[in-house]
């Protein structure tokens, strides 16, 4: 099989890069996923990884993604025949390592990903691909119709919008979907503003940085939500840390405030739409 050529705008290019981390992470003896598929995608895909191999934040990817993980998981624990909404869903896998066999998914990313997504992922009856954009709000109607309840996904998507778009992309969620859960993370002004240090986004041209600044999650509840949570890395669950690599677990147990400025910056949040 030839490799495929990736076509994305360059926002959506970023989707590669937790596609690398989870795949680098499956080829590690005690790695923090087991994702072949993200192995199989990365090995077909005709794009030079170089600048981002290897690099220490692609670990803190995969974390983040086992966290989201763990919000899904404690909606399912509640609602075992939900509907899920993975916002940009980009080259993610979460279906394959959550799915319960009641609950309903949808993918929902913008039109060049889906098109992307369609050549590893096939919709089944319980999993539907939207392509759409997250400020778009013709999707809904498809959404509603399963009933709910809802839980939305956003990993790394909104924090790539400008302030005002941020902020009315969640609003219309709340509005529309009372009850829903919403998982987003949010990123500090001073981490917005020093992407240019970061060893994955510097090799990235600027179009491609998220844009959002939110130094207070609590900020969100404004728009029609109830913060019900709000971790940092420092957060995550004993059994996730101890699978992070050596160097990392040891600054986050002996020197946590050499980093926890940066951590403090990064939050992902579990928040309850109130509805109109």
């Known amino acids: 099989m030839s490799a495929m050529k990736v076509e994305l705008g360059p926002t959506q290019t970023t989707l590669l890069i937790p ?6 992470q499956t080829q590690k003896t005690s790695g923090l996923i087991n994702d072949p598929r993200a192995v199989e995608i990365v090995n077909q895909l005709d ?23 763990d919000d899904v998981l404690d909606f399912l624990a509640e609602y075992p025949a939900g509907t899920v909404v993975e916002i ?3 080259l993610n896998t979460r279906f394959e390592r959550l799915d319960n066999g009641q609950l309903t998914w949808f993918d929902l990313d913008l039109p060049d990903t889906i098109a992307l997504r369609k050549q590893f992922f096939k919709d089944t009856p319980r999993r539907k691909m939207i392509a759409a954009s997250v400020l778009d709000t ?3 109607e498809q959404v509603k119709a399963t009933g709910g309840p809802w839980c939305f996904i ?11 778009e941020a902020e009315r992309s969640i609003a219309h969620i709340a ?10 993370d949010t990123t500090a002004k001073a981490m917005v503003d020093t992407q240019d240090k970061h060893d994955l986004m510097k090799h990235l041209p600027k179009e491609s940085w998220f844009r959002w600044a939110c130094d207070e999650p609590e900020a969100l509840e404004k728009l029609g939500l109830k ?4 971790r940092t890395f420092m957060d995550a669950s004993p059994d996730l840390i101890a699978q992070m690599p050596w160097i990392m677990r040891f ?8 980093i926890r400025p940066k951590l403090e910056g990064y939050r992902i949040n579990r928040l309850i739409a109130k509805g109109l």
């Open 19 to 24: 596609l690398l981390a989870r795949a680098e």
């Open 47 to 69: 794009y030079d990884f170089s600048d981002w191999a290897g690099a220490r934040s692609l670990a803190a990817a995969v974390l983040r993604t086992r966290m989201y993980d």
């Open 88 to 90: 940009g869903c980009g």
């Open 138 to 140: 013709e999707w809904f």
């Open 154 to 164: 956003s990993e790394a998507v909104i924090i790539y919008l400008d302030n005002a």
């Open 175 to 184: 509005q529309e979907f009372p009850g829903a859960w919403l998982i987003t």
């Open 227 to 230: 913060l019900e949570r709000s």
């Open 251 to 258: 600054i986050m147990r002996w020197m946590p405030w050499l």
